[in-house]
């Protein structure tokens, strides 16, 4: 059945929109962190921060079901759904963040985020990290050298490399800097290099908590010291919080917050309606100013009435359950559950991660941290088969990205951290 499914798709869609696992999972239902396939079977969604607040969330299904009976339109009426949000959204940022603009997905917010900082400092080189993701439109896919989206890298753009502790920390330390002096130097060799061909100095991007990079939560107060050279050179700093935003980490609300700094734009993304495609960019007002008083811009879908029926459901109920606490309690719980199979295995490198966003690094060797990626594609098998469901990230593919829905519970810790170990166990037997 799966097969036929699979042959079905090949026909009708367009090759490019790949599918995880050799044998594809075909889903028929979700609930909180779990989801069911066409057989019954139920599966541990460990990767899924999209339904973040746990899939069919009955207070978003209950506000989108409620606004569509009443009104969805286009954006270019007066409805008050969006102010209500606004300013709700905003008094969870610092109050320098004070004007929001809503599209529909990642990619679009990222991508007026570039256009917002070519349009601050007149320049447009754009600094992002050498594993980023940040999005499809032509602009987005120019930064995003990860999940080889086939697009060459923008001849205007320079690419740094993530701050990784576990790589670095020995050798960073090696001129005597610290991991935040070793990234704003890469940064000011990137802006030199830059000017060196013509090219004005935009801003920086990056993700807050770095995904595709490896999952890197960023050494603490890394970004301060490169912040001032950014802001000196006349850019702007893009937070790309798509992954780590809405209390994830479970530290901060938003993950610029761990690392210092007050960006110029955020841009959100993922679990921000909890799987009603919604997107936002908020930014500091004279920032933003310097598009958006001269050039118009225009979404169909952004900001309707349902997206922030969606969102401000998403807002509430975070509050309502506490769900950044949870995520900080139970992430720790689990990351130290996680840390403990070092002790069992070998090809345990590296856990790391901040609340429910964690990195499970595998290598060959301890020492010299050379990676698996092998073990990690097999044991992403593997795991499928004992019903838990994740990817894999970073330069080498080598480090399991495990980011379930914030619904996740302590009972769940043992069926995680239980199919990996006897994963594992399975692999080198
Ligand atoms: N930024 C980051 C960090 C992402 O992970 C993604 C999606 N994987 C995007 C941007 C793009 O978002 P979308 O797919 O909604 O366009």
């Known amino acids: 059945d799966t097969r036929r499914l699979t042959e079905r798709r090949d026909t009708v869609l367009g090759a490019s929109y790949r599918l995880f696992y050799r044998n594809p999972v075909h889903l028929v239902r979700g609930e909180g962190q779990y989801l069911w396939d066409a057989s019954g079977r139920k599966y541990l969604d460990a990767y899924n921060n999209v339904a973040s607040l746990g899939h069919c969330h009955p207070a978003v299904t209950a506000a989108v079901t409620a606004q569509m009976q009443q009104l969805n339109t286009h954006t270019r009426y007066l409805h008050e759904n969006i102010l209500n949000y606004t300013d709700d959204l905003l008094s969870t940022m610092p ?23 070519k349009a601050y400092s007149g320049g447009e080189g754009i600094i992002a ?14 930064i995003s050298p990860a999940l ?25 330390g090696a001129d005597g800097s610290e991991l ?10 990137a802006i030199a290099d830059m000017e060196a061909h013509g ?39 893009i937070a790309d919080e798509v992954q780590p935003g809405f209390g ?13 700094i007050v960006p110029d734009v955020v841009t959100l993304g993922k679990p921000m309606g909890n799987g009603i495609p919604v997107s936002g960019l908020v930014a500091k007002a004279d920032v933003l ?22 969102a401000q459901a998403v807002l509430s109920t975070i509050r309502a359950e506490g769900l950044q606490e949870h995520s900080r309690v139970v992430g720790g719980s689990l990351l130290d559950a996680l840390r403990g199979l070092g002790d069992t295995h070998e090809s345990v490198g590296d856990v790391r991660g901040a609340g429910l966003f964690i990195g499970f690094e595998l290598v060959k060797d301890r020492t010299t941290r050379e990676p698996h990626r092998e073990l990690a594609l097999a044991v992403l098998e593997q795991l499928r088969e004992r019903g838990v469901l994740t990817s894999v990230a970073g330069p080498h593919g080598n480090v399991l990205k495990l980011r379930p829905p914030l619904a996740f519970q302590p009972g769940d810790i043992d069926w995680l951290v239980g199919a990996l170990d006897d994963s594992l166990t399975a692999l080198y037997a």
């Not at 935040?180 to 060799?189: C, K, L, M, V």
């Not at 994830?248 to 210092?260: C, N, P």
């Open 148 to 172: 080889g989206t086939g697009q060459p890298l923008a001849p205007t753009a320079r690419l740094v490399e993530a701050p990784d502790a576990y790589r670095l920390g020995s050798t960073a």
């Open 248 to 260: 994830r980490t479970g530290d901060a609300f938003w993950g610029f917050q761990r690392h210092g």
């Open 199 to 237: 090219i004005r100095f935009a801003g920086f991007i990056a993700d807050s908590i770095f995904s595709s990079d490896g999952v890197l939560p960023g050494p603490a107060g890394y970004l301060r010291e490169a912040a001032e050279v950014i802001h000196r050179a006349g850019g702007i700093i």
């Open 95 to 117: 109050a320098e963040l004070n004007k929001a603009m809503y599209m529909c997905t990642g990619s679009e917010a990222n991508d007026l985020a570039i256009r917002v900082a």
């Open 129 to 142: 990290t050498t594993e980023a993701y940040h999005g499809t439109s032509e602009l987005t896919s120019g």
């Open 289 to 310: 100013a310097a598009f958006s008083d001269t050039i118009p811009y225009f979404n169909t879908f952004g900001g309707n009435p349902v997206s922030m029926a969606a």
């Open 180 to 189: 935040g002096t070793w990234f704003a130097n890469r940064i000011r060799a």
